[in-house]
């Protein structure tokens, strides 16, 4: 499975973006696609996932409300909309897949970079 993540630039506090993740190859071997994000000094943290056949969605609680996964599985696209940015946003995404036979996130995209100003 390949993953082309984009979607990252610069906005201002309260602002929106959204992400997208592009999966092609093995997608039928894909459990769930997530998505990651690693500030400057920071260990790479989860934010959400979502389920590849069912697309039922999992955010973590740091941001629930605020930013929503979804996918479209006509473009085998996973969206990461992200509402009310703050600066601690700030960080490179990155979306991964996980898949059955594993279940641990072995393919990675490159990552896209959000920063969001005060």
């Known amino acids: 499975v390949q993953l082309q993540a984009s979607g990252g630039g610069l906005v201002q506090a309260g602002g929106s973006l959204r992400l997208s993740c592009v999966a092609s190859?093995?997608?039928?071997?894909?459990?769930?696609v997530g998505w990651f994000r690693q500030a400057p000094g920071k260990e790479r943290e989860f934010v959400a996932s979502i389920t590849w056949r069912t697309s039922s969605p999992y955010a973590a609680d740091s941001v629930k409300g605020r930013l929503t996964i979804s996918r479209d599985s006509a473009k085998n696209t996973v969206y990461l909309q992200m509402n009310s940015l703050k600066p601690e946003d700030t960080a490179v995404y990155f979306c991964?897949?996980?898949?059955?036979?594993?279940?641990?996130?072995?393919?990675w995209g490159q990552g896209t970079l959000v920063t969001v100003s005060s």
């Open positions: 190859g093995r997608t039928f071997s894909i459990y769930d």
């Open positions: 991964a897949a996980r898949d059955f036979s594993t279940r641990t996130y072995s393919s």
